[in-house]
Structures are given as C-alpha cells and as structure tokens.
C-alpha cells in the first residue's frame, strides 16, 4: 500500500505541474515541448505502475485482470524508457548544443529507443523483456538488459551534453539540470537496492518540479511593458548560441522618434503600441524570437538555415515600418534605423552586440533605414578600441604627455596640459579623440581619469619637475567624472598620497549644452572649487558657450578654442570673432589660453588681442614626460640667453 501511496503522490505532484505549467506559459520553444512531454511521461508511469501495483496487491490476478496487468506493465515500460532520451534531449535544447542539428543527428541518437520501444511493443508475442509465470509471477525477460543499456546510454549523453556546453548556460541553469539528473539517479539507485522502494518516479517528479521554477520560469527574462523578451534574456540567448557555434542574425529595430509619441499618447496607449508592434515582430517568422533591449528597441534573433531568409525578414520590417501604424485613432508614423548584424562571421562579442542594438545614432533620421555590413564597421572599432582601453588599464601601458603652455606677458612657461595617449599593440596609434568618447560610454572614463590624475599628481612632485616652477598642471575632467560621486574623494586621496596641494592642479572641462543645466555638475564643481580646485573651461567658442554662464561658474582660464583660430587664416569673420572673444574674456578679469598655436601669424593675432596664456605646436607638441625636461630645459636656457 506504501507504493500506492508513494505513487499517488508522485502523479498528484507531476500532473499538478503539468497544469501550472500549461496554465503560465506559452509553449514557444522546442524545450518546453520536451519539458511538458517528461511531465507526462512521469504522470503517465505512475498511474501504470499505480494500476499494475493494485492489480498485482489483489489475489485474483487471472483473466481479465491479468490482461490488464500486461497492458500497464508495458505503458509503463514503453513510457519510462523514454524519460531518459526526452531528458537528454532537454539538455541539448536548454544549453543550446541540440539546435540547427541535422536530422540524421537525432535519428542516431534516438535509435536505441526505437529499438527498445520494439522489443517492448513485441513482447507479447516474444516475451523477450518480460512474462508471468503460471503463478502470475512477474519474470525478468533474457532481453531486458537491453532496456538497462539504453538508459545508461542516455543519461551519459545527457552528462557529455552538460559538461560539454556548461558555459554555454547560466549557473542556476546548470544547477537546475544537474539537480534534476543527480536526485534521479539516487532515486533509481534506491530502489534498485530496494524494489519495495517506489521511490524513482517520486524522485523525478520533485526534481521536476526544482527544473519548472527555476529553467521553465521565464518571468524574469520578460519585458513587461513589451511582454516579449528582455535584455538579459538577449545577453544569455547570444552565450548560449555562441558557446554552442550556432550561425544566426540579430535584426535591430531602433525606433528613433518613438519618444516623440509619449507626448501625445499616455502610458498605457504607449505601452499598447509597443506590445502591438512587438507582437507583429513575432508573428514574422516563427523561428524568430524578439527582445526588447532599449525602450525603442526590438530586436530579432533569427536562427537561419538561408541567409535569404534573413533578407526576406529584413525587408518584410522595412516595409511595414515604411506603413503606419494605427492605435485608436492615431496615426502613428515610426522611424526605423534597422541594423542586421551576422554572427558570429561578423560580431561575435556579446557586449557589442548589446551595443549595437541599444546604442541610437545622433540624428534622428525620418523614415526607415538599414545598416549591414561595413556600414556597421565603426561598431566593430568601437569594441576593438574598448577591449584596447581595458587591456591598457590592466597592464599600465597608457602614457601621459605634457604640452607647455607659455605666458605671453612674462615669457615663461607657466604651466602645461597633461594629456593621455595609448598606442596598442594591434590597433597602433589609438587618438584621444576617439578614445576618451568610447570610454566615457563605457563608463571606463572614471578609472582612465582617476590613472591620470596620479600619474600628474606623481610628476608634480618629481624634484626635476619642481625645478622647472611650473605654476600648475591642466588635467582633463570629463564631465561623466564630475557625475560619478566619489571623484573628489579618489583625488583628495591621492593628492594626500603624494602630498600635492590642489594650487597645483587646474582641472579642464569642456563646455557642452548639458552642463549650463546639470545641477548635479554645477554642484559637484562648486564642491571641488570650495576644496581649493580651479577651473578651466575647454574648447570656448564651439557653439555652446554664453557669457553669463561663464560668469557664474567662476573660471580661472577660459581655453579658446583652436578651431576658430584655424579659421581665423581664412576667414575675416572668424578673426574678427576670435578677438573679440578675447578681449571680452580679458575684461572679465578672466586668463585666455589660446589652444592650437602653430604658427607666428597665429600668434601675434591671438596675443595683439590680449590672449595671455598660449599653447600649441608653435613652441611645443604635447611630450613625454623625457622630452618634456629637456625641451623645457632649452627653453628656460634660451630665455635667459635672450634676456
Ligand atoms: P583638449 O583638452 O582640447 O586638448 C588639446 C588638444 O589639442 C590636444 O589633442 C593637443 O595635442 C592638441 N593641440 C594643442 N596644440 C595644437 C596645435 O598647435 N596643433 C594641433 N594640430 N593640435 C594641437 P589630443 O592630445 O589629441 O587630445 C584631444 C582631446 O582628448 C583633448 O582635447 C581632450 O578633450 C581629450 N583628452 C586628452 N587627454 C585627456 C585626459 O587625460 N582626460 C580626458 N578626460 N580627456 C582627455
Ligand atoms: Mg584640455
Ligand atoms: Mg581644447
């Protein structure tokens, strides 16, 4: 009666899982099939083995009843002989490793099964696996073992399986399915040293049940607003077809005004219009899954057998896109900046793929474009420069050059720039231009700014840098510093460190149109100033700045900069502004540098203007720390010379 009782509770919990299971989910992928089919495959063993064990439990096991008997006998065997290959094909879709296999793949696999299966279907006529003796006793067949060897057969697939790809998943994911497989094996091993024992089914089904919540539970992988897959569902999805060598297409949808429309609708028609879209997306291609990256992101993993097909998807969202859409009686005309990317034969980096459908280019183009190829090249460069950035941080080989700045008034050099410079040993000669953008998306900025900052602060209180009476160093803060809390922090640590005082330190920030508005900026300037620090503005006069501003913020040096002084050779008008610019600054009460000084023309404009302070090829290029010394050596020695 114990059996019964084990057994009852076995198929109470395995079919209430099928009904949780069915109730919550859509049935999307090939694993869930699978996963539903091991539900059933336990359920439908243990009310075979619930009706063969009262059979065999009542006296009278003859005739009819006995016909019975045999027939749940062999449902059971038939149905628990496939648990062990439905499992090992649930790993091969969980990790990955089982999709786009060609069918010969699968029929080999399932071919001792088959054969299995037969020798149960046949045994009737056979008795091969089993029979009754005339006690209606149960006998073991001569074939049986055939049973044993698919099992074991099965289950160590399904281990080379597991351990093959485990990278391939998550660690709970792992957890999960090896959770699953031990706790069956003990179960399997229990009863086999004890056949009164029923406790393999149990055994399946609780850890059954660990598997639904944990790999079966998509809820945390789902957008809510979208309710099609989230970021971290797209993250997993692209390691678990990388590590498994799958060929596929991620398709970015990047609808750009989108935001333009939570003007005129509200939240909940907003948010209907996503799911619209998002569901039309869906019903593209079936075997496309979509994700929602960004708020006006989606995006398409498409497993492909046919580049066409990628094609084919690609135009049929251009063509919609090029549609309307309608909500209510709205009218809504969305563009789309659609980006197919092949991986892995042209991205194979996780993060970048993220990058490329998240990241918005700066127009706002209307209508719908599409990007492939060596149109996404600049993508491509920008992971290539990230990865160098990371790799220069950890083995300290970014350099930090000085470029004097020279006191028209006094004929000295006052101070000098600091400024960054990596060359990699694969990529060359990397600009900081290009660099210090790629870093400040990638928030590496903070620890590039922090690696500066020491390097100045080391060089300041070198005794040969001393000697020079150098007034100060103008470091570059990128604004993303000033919004990351701690930098004051990290400096006045390092200062104390190196017992530098902040006099010597000038901190540059270049004028953009967010920072006239960001209290937070504002703020943590007036915080540093009050700590002693002294500001620069950089890159005065490219389009941003407006006076007022400038006063408020209570800046040392204003840095013209050099784009208007390169115009100013042909233009009359740039000149005209340039001096201008100058001269108001100065009767601010206000330093100019003028940055960008190549040649004696330049600087006899800039300095018949009132520019006091001048940095720029004509007395040096930026150097290293070496050069540096020695130019400036030469200079103090010819200076004196002259006098
Ligand atoms: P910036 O702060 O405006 O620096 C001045 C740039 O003008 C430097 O370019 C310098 O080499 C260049 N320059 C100075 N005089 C002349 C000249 O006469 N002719 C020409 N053709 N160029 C001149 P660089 O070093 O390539 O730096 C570019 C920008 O990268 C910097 O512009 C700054 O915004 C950023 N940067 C450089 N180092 C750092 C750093 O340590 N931190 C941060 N946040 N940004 C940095
Ligand atoms: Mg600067
Ligand atoms: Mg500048």
């Known amino acids: 009666m114990v059996d019964v009782a084990i057994l009852s509770c076995t198929f109470i919990l395995s079919f209430s899982c099928i009904v949780y299971f069915l109730s919550n989910k859509q049935l999307q992928k090939v694993q869930s099939y699978l996963f539903l089919a091991i539900m059933i495959n336990v359920s439908v063993s243990a009310v075979a083995d619930i009706v063969s064990n009262y059979i065999e439990n009542s006296l009278v096991a003859t005739g009819a009843l006995f016909r019975w008997q045999y027939a749940t006998q062999i449902i059971f065997f038939v149905a628990h002989t496939t648990l062990a290959p439905l499992y090992a094909l649930y790993v091969m879709m969980v990790n990955g490793s089982g999709l786009n296999r060609k069918n010969s793949f699968f029929y080999l696999i399932l071919s001792p099964l088959v054969i299995s299966e037969l020798l149960l279907i046949t045994n009737p006529l056979t008795n091969w696996?089993?029979?009754?003796?005339?006690?209606?006793?149960?006998?073991?067949?001569?074939?049986?073992?055939?049973?044993?060897?698919?099992?074991?057969?099965?289950?160590?697939?399904?281990?080379?399986?597991?351990?093959?790809?485990?990278k391939a998943v998550s660690r709970e994911t792992n957890i999960a399915l090896w959770y699953f497989f031990s706790f069956t094996i003990i179960g399997i091993i229990v009863q086999m040293l004890n056949s009164e024992l029923k406790v393999e089914l149990f055994a399946e089904s609780v850890s059954m049940l660990g598997v639904m919540l944990t790999i079966e539970n998509e809820d945390a992988l789902i957008d809510s607003g979208s309710l099609v897959y989230n970021r971290s569902a797209f993250t997993n999805e692209n390691v678990r077809l990388l590590c498994t060598g799958q060929h596929y297409a991620v398709i970015s949808v990047n609808m750009t005004n989108l935001r333009f429309?939570?003007?005129?609708?509200?939240?909940?028609?907003?948010?209907?219009v996503v799911r619209m879209i998002a569901a039309w997306l869906r019903g593209c291609n079936k075997n496309a899954r979509v994700y929602r990256n960004a708020t006006n992101n989606m995006t398409i993993i498409l497993l492909y057998k046919n580049e066409k097909e990628v094609d084919a998807l690609v135009s049929t969202i251009a063509d919609r896109f090029r549609d309307t859409w309608t909500y209510g009686r709205s009218e809504i005309e969305l563009n789309a900046e659609i980006r197919v990317a092949f991986v892995p034969e042209e991205f194979k980096d996780v993060n970048l793929l993220t990058e490329l459908t998240e990241s918005n280019s700066d127009i706002e183009t209307p209508g719908v474009r599409v990007f492939r190829g060596?149109?996404?090249?600049?993508?491509?460069?920008?992971?290539q420069v990230e990865e160098a950035l990371k790799k220069a941080l950890e083995e300290d080989t970014f350099q930090v050059y000085y470029q004097p700045i020279w006191n028209a008034e006094k004929n000295r050099m006052e101070s000098a720039e600091a400024l960054i410079r990596?060359?990699?040993?694969?990529?060359?000669?990397?600009?900081?231009?290009?660099?210090?953008?790629?870093?400040?998306?990638?928030?590496?900025?903070?620890?590039?700014?922090?690696?500066?900052?020491?390097?100045?602060?080391?060089?300041?209180?070198?005794e040969r840098?001393?000697?020079?009476?150098?007034?100060?160093?103008?470091?570059?803060?990128?604004?993303?510093?000033?919004l990351v809390g701690n930098t004051l922090e990290h400096f006045l640590e390092i200062m104390k460190r190196y017992g530098v005082t902040?006099?010597?330190?000038?901190?540059?920030?270049?004028?953009?149109?967010?920072?006239?508005?960001?209290?937070?900026?504002?703020?943590?300037?007036?915080?540093?100033?009050?700590?002693?620090?002294?500001?620069?503005?950089?890159?005065?006069?490219?389009?941003?700045?407006n006076l007022s501003y400038i006063m408020s913020m209570d800046f040392l040096n204003i840095k013209s900069d050099k784009?208007?002084?390169?115009?100013?050779?042909?233009r009359e008008s740039s000149s005209i502004m340039l001096t201008d610019t100058i001269?108001?600054?100065?009767?601010?009460?206000?330093?100019?540098i003028q940055e960008g000084v190549e040649t004696k023309e330049q600087l006899d404009l800039v300095v018949g203007a009132g520019a006091n302070l001048i940095q720029g090829y004509y007395f040096s290029k930026p150097l290293p720390e070496e050069a540096f010394y020695d130019y400036m050596v030469d200079f103090i020695k010819n200076s004196i010379l002259n006098r």
Not at 132 to 158: C, N, Q
Not at 262 to 269: F, G, K, P, S, V
Not at 507 to 527: P, R, V
Request: glycine letters at 6%.
């Open 583 to 592: 001269k108001t600054i100065r009767r601010l009460g206000m330093n100019v």
């Open 261 to 272: 429309y939570t003007r005129i609708l509200d939240y909940n028609a907003m948010r209907d």
């Open 422 to 462: 990596l060359t990699d040993e694969e990529l060359g000669f990397i600009s900081p231009e290009e660099f210090i953008p790629i870093a400040e998306q990638s928030g590496l900025i903070t620890e590039i700014g922090l690696y500066v900052f020491e390097k100045v602060c080391q060089f300041i209180t070198k």
């Open 129 to 166: 696996m089993f029979y009754y003796d005339k006690h209606a006793d149960f006998v073991r067949g001569p074939y049986e073992f055939v049973l044993y060897i698919t099992a074991g057969l099965y289950l160590f697939i399904s281990i080379y399986f597991m351990v093959r790809y485990r």
């Open 465 to 482: 840098t001393k000697a020079l009476g150098l007034k100060y160093i103008e470091v570059n803060l990128s604004i993303f510093q000033l």
């Open 502 to 545: 902040s006099d010597q330190i000038n901190l540059e920030i270049t004028e953009t149109g967010s920072l006239a508005t960001s209290n937070t900026m504002i703020s943590a300037i007036n915080e540093m100033q009050e700590w002693g620090f002294k500001f620069s503005l950089d890159d005065y006069g490219t389009g941003y700045s």
């Open 374 to 383: 060596d149109e996404l090249d600049s993508f491509k460069r920008k992971a």
């Open 563 to 570: 784009g208007l002084l390169w115009d100013a050779d042909t």
